[in-house]
């Protein structure tokens, strides 16, 4: 199936390691986590890849940039480009 789906019929999980760069996290990834779980994953931001580290209270979910890394970006997880000027 889609790689931006994740894998529902084994959530929840403790922890989900994304192996490689993402536009950004998509919400059915963030719902499979258990409550305490932790995300991993390499972020695009305005073309720089960040490594970043998330975890998953009380519903909510957040993360934080622990260094910038060259990774290959994964097919599936890019957000439709939209106008700029």
Sequence with gaps: ??????????????????DGAVDYIPQPIIDQLADGGRLGTAIVDRGITRLVIG???????GYFSIGDAGVPALPGFSRTKEFTF
């Design 1 to 18: 199936g889609p790689l931006e789906a994740g894998y529902v019929s084994a959530a929840p999980y403790d922890q989900i390691l994304i």
């Design 55 to 61: 975890r998953k209270a009380g519903g909510a979910f």
